[in-house]
């Protein structure tokens, strides 16, 4: 047997050719094996059909058609963000100029721990996440797996600022990766405050900062999971500067609304905040991982600094080397700002901002389609781009039953958010190239199952 080929070096190029048209023929392939966004028969058949695919995992002799083989089991088993029936989750269908950019990245695989591993990716790395700080209101911003590790991370340099008596104030639509951060940190039981609106009621916020003992860290959401609602910044933002309440916002979801002139106004108070968390592969169409914590003071940043003589000798570092270790608590990370980067440039503002305006408007008009519509109730109009709704008249159980159902034939993925005391379906548009004609079809798949009164 040869060796096999390597993807950097001179030869690399070379060698991924071929196997990058056996990869796209395989999605190809796999994408036609589906018959919607999701393969039918639910975890039992998807599980059975991997297993096949899979066969020996360490076979005693290689299968030269592994790559086809299990690309395309792959592709006929995912749940495709492209499709326009998959409206579940945060979940977006990734630009084809990220995900080319992400190949490059996997291919010179630079490991962003020294500046040796990665001499252009770390120079691309502190200009990138410098403006998009800018763009916050901040000066700086780290480079995180996503909303949760930026999430963590934020709670971390607030801890290490002001100490482990800090007191954690979240509303109840906040995402659950703060509670657990706290938890994780070691710090006091978080205080979890009314929203009852859907957003953190100032009211409640004003009496805990007012009675309860500091240290306080209040965090915010632009952009809620369930809902995609957004809390009064302004209000939030003032209140914690009234009582030296330190603000971190979690605008995973709703951070992206910066690149749009229609919708950024939504977004005032964010440049008051300590630290902001931001999700590019949510509202900013990058394949995953593309996250980001913004921060407003540079210092805090002291808090992640360590020292291994084999990554950030003194002397290198005195020398002009650039030390990385402070840039994350992950030692090996690979140069996702690659595929933000390219996006950006290729893009630009207006462009990014376009494509939030679409989808944006894609959900407006979901929504008064819902409202027109004699056998559905609409909870309310989108903030961002999240509709929720449900069957008029129905009970909880029949909204949960009419969403598995819908999964297990593969018609259509839709989520769920309990909210007003009820279960709701939640349809989450992030495909800009979403049609009119698509969303009567979403509907008409819920519909059908209404009428037919066939949920499993």
Request: proline share 8%.
């Amino acid at each position: 047997m040869s060796t096999p080929s390597l993807a950097s070096g001179p030869e690399g190029p070379h060698a991924l050719r071929p196997l990058l048209d056996t990869v796209l023929h395989a999605l190809t392939d796999g994408t036609r094996a589906r018959p919607g966004p999701l393969p039918a028969g639910g975890p039992d058949a998807v599980t059975a059909h991997i297993k096949a695919a899979l066969g020996d995992v360490l076979p005693p002799q290689g299968d030269p058609d592994a790559l086809r083989t299990l690309v395309h089991a792959l592709a006929a088993g995912s749940a495709d963000p492209a499709h326009p029936l998959c409206a579940a989750h945060l979940h977006c269908p990734p630009l084809a100029v990220a995900t080319a950019a992400d190949l490059a990245a996997s291919a010179l695989n630079p490991f962003l721990d020294s500046w040796d591993q990665a001499p252009a990716a770390s120079a691309l790395e502190a200009l990138v996440t410098r403006a998009l700080a800018q763009e916050t209101g901040a000066t700086d911003a780290l480079i995180t797996t996503g909303g949760t590790e930026s999430n963590q991370l934020a709670l971390l340099l607030a801890r290490e600022k002001h100490g482990p008596a800090l007191r954690l104030l979240v509303a109840a639509n906040a995402h659950h990766s703060l509670p657990r951060a706290a938890w994780l940190l070691g710090l006091p039981e978080p205080v979890t405050l009314p929203a009852p609106t859907g957003t953190l009621d100032p009211a409640a916020l004003q009496e805990a900062l007012t009675t309860l003992p500091g240290p306080h860290l209040v965090a915010a959401t632009a952009g809620t999971t369930d809902a995609g609602l957004i809390d009064p910044l302004p209000d939030i933002a003032r209140l914690c500067t009234a009582h030296n309440a330190r603000l971190h916002i979690d605008a995973a979801y709703g951070g992206a609304l910066l690149f749009s002139d229609r919708h950024r106004h939504r977004l005032i108070g964010l440049e008051n905040a300590h630290t902001i968390t931001l999700d590019l592969h949510k509202l900013g169409w990058q394949p995953v991982a593309a996250g980001l914590l913004t921060v407003h003071d540079p210092d805090d940043l002291i808090a992640l600094k360590q020292q291994a003589d084999y990554l950030n000798a003194d002397d290198d570092t005195d020398a002009g080397l650039p030390d990385l270790l402070g840039r994350s608590l992950r030692t090996s990370r690979r140069p996702d700002v690659l595929k933000i980067a390219v996006t950006l440039k290729t893009l630009g503002r207006h462009g990014l901002g376009t494509l939030v305006d679409q989808v944006c408007a894609h959900a407006h008009h979901l929504a008064d389609l819902i409202a027109d519509h004699p056998r559905f109730e609409l909870y309310d109009h989108p903030t961002i781009s999240t509709v929720l709704f449900r069957p008029a008249h129905a009970t909880d159980a029949t909204v949960a039953a009419l969403r598995r159902e819908l999964l297990h034939h593969g018609r259509a993925v839709l989520g769920r958010a309990h909210t007003a005391d009820r279960l709701w379906l939640k349809a989450t548009l992030l495909n800009p190239h979403i049609r009119p004609a698509d969303l009567t079809a979403l509907l008409q798949a819920v519909d059908e199952l209404v009428e037919g009164n066939t949920p499993r």
